[in-house]
């Protein structure tokens, strides 16, 4: 039966909720309660993506618009490394929620957002994606404002601002591509119909950008991207964790669902929507770079990369060729483990030395050499140096780039991407650096009368060595981990992603 796709929709929903009233309960218990449905649902939902095609009407909207289900290449490729992230970051925020509070609100939460997610990535047709995007964004604003602060609360509102407003920008567009299109199912190769569409392309270009900048507000695209930064420094870092490699990921299938499933790359291919799209992807790169260089506290030195590394997907969709687009959706799997990786290490510095600015993590490397290792790989893999697979994935958007007939983008392209990624060793290696290189103690530089204005980053030094618990350690290495094997072993992902283009151009 096809319906027991439904399980792993319903399932961690009707958990979570149940989570949320239910009176207080011991510590542990929650723990396995919570830790026993994440697993479990997990498992079902990449059992249902990878046992075959399978189709599940939930209802109709119209008599024409159904609400359903329908697995496909994309699906089975989203929901495996959406539930990779989740498990391990579930299982780490068991330990470090311990430091945040409100555990039990915390976990519910986190296992309603997870069904609601895999219901997006199984999605049938855009109106289903729509339903389930909104539902996203309404379900994971209470991980944002979880500790309750002032600057949590505004937070959360721009998040749900910015990110209402690209959904209603994308509602906009689905309304005239459902009077032009033969289906709004997701189709490869897309479903526009040829007589309307030629009749009605002023508009239907216009609406599809408006969709690609509403839902490009999710992936953090410019201008709507300035959610990311302040969210994440005010969330827990396990929410900061998915929000960065799971959620923002949503603005990306919603992208590639309206171009290669609705509309057909063909129908903005050389027109001014793949222009503007490939402009607004380059230049929200660099800023994005440029800004996480400058920027000293480290959680939202992440997010600001997370701007900028989100857009390199972009682009390589923006491109509309086989290669940029298996780069794109290299870099969409790879960024997930990279970045949940890189914000879990931000979550062990704070949980264990209380550190949130970068000038802060001096000595860090010798107070905890296993933590500043993983975070060391991440690092690697998301400049692009080999053997880390963020070499893979860039490597494919820059051939991507100079085998495409886009002009001028042929060779700017991979000249931005070239500096971002060089902005991003300017960022990240530091940490690595003076974690296990500190060189002489602040104080030694100054006069004995002012030796008292030591910097923190002397309690870090003179600290006894000391790692987080297992239960953070263990999925911060396994993140890390897959950001080296997935760069020495990517062909049978290659592969893969290039048998699901096939169709689609």
């Not at 500190?438 to 104080?443: A, E, T, W």
């Not at 992902?493 to 169709?503: A, F, N």
Request: hydrophobic share 50%; with cysteine.
């Amino acid at each position: 039966m096809n319906g027991w796709i439904l399980l792993p929709v319903f399932l961690p929903v009707i958990a979570g909720i149940f989570l949320l009233l239910m009176s207080q309960c011991e510590r542990r218990r929650l723990h396995q309660a919570a830790g026993a449905v994440l697993v479990i649902s997990a498992v079902l939902a990449v059992a249902a993506a990878w046992t075959g095609d399978k189709s599940v009407t939930l209802f109709y909207l119209m008599k024409d618009i159904p609400v359903y289900f329908h697995i496909d290449g994309i699906s089975r490729l989203y929901v495996t490394f959406t539930s990779i992230v989740w498990v391990c970051v579930g299982i780490y925020a068991f330990v470090y929620m311990e430091h945040e509070g409100g555990e039990k609100r915390f976990f519910g939460l986190y296992l309603i957002v997870y069904g609601v997610i895999v219901a997006l990535d199984f999605a049938g047709n855009l109106v289903t994606m729509y339903i389930f995007y909104e539902l996203m964004t309404l379900t994971s604003a209470p991980l944002v404002l979880h500790n309750g602060s002032r600057e949590a609360v505004m937070a959360a509102l721009k998040y749900l601002f910015y990110s209402l407003c690209g959904a209603y920008m994308g509602l906009f567009g689905i309304y005239f591509l459902y009077q032009n299109c033969d289906t709004l199912a997701f189709t490869p190769g897309g479903t526009l119909n040829p007589v309307l569409a030629q009749d009605h392309r002023t508009i239907l270009l216009i609406a599809v950008f408006a969709m690609l900048a509403g839902f490009g507000a999710k992936a953090g695209m410019l201008p709507l991207h300035s959610w990311l930064p302040a969210a994440h420094p005010v969330a827990p870092s396990p929410a900061s964790a998915v929000f960065s490699g799971i959620v923002v990921k949503a603005g990306v299938l919603a992208a590639i669902r309206t171009v290669y499933y609705v509309v057909g790359p063909d129908f903005i291919r050389g027109t001014w929507v793949q222009t503007a799209w490939m402009v607004l992807a380059l230049v929200t790169v660099f800023m994005g770079s440029m800004l996480a260089y400058r920027e000293p506290v480290f959680k939202k030195r992440l997010a600001y990369s997370t701007v900028s590394q989100i857009s390199y997907i972009l682009f390589g969709l923006s491109l509309l060729t086989p290669m940029g687009i298996t780069g794109a959706l290299l870099h969409t799997v790879f960024h997930a483990f990279i970045k949940s990786a890189l914000f879990l290490t931000a979550g062990v510095f704070i949980f264990e030395c209380g550190k949130t600015r970068v000038s802060e993590l001096t000595g860090i490397g010798k107070r905890m050499p296993k933590t500043v290792w993983c975070y060391t790989f991440a690092s690697l893999a998301l400049i692009g140096i080999p053997p880390a697979c963020g070499f893979v994935s860039k490597w494919y958007l820059a051939e991507g780039a100079l085998n495409a007939d886009v002009g001028v983008f042929g060779w700017l392209g991979p000249v931005v991407l070239l500096l971002s990624a060089l902005l991003t060793a300017g960022y990240l290696l530091p940490v690595t650096m003076k974690g296990f290189f500190p060189g002489k103690r602040d104080g030694e530089k100054t006069s004995a009368g002012n030796s008292e204005m030591k910097s923190s980053a002397v309690d870090i030094r003179d600290a006894q060595k000391k790692e987080p618990s297992m239960m953070m350690l263990i999925p911060l290495g396994i993140l890390a981990s897959l950001t080296i094997i997935l760069g020495v072993l990517p062909n049978p992902l290659i592969d893969y992603i290039s048998q699901l283009i096939s169709g689609l151009m």
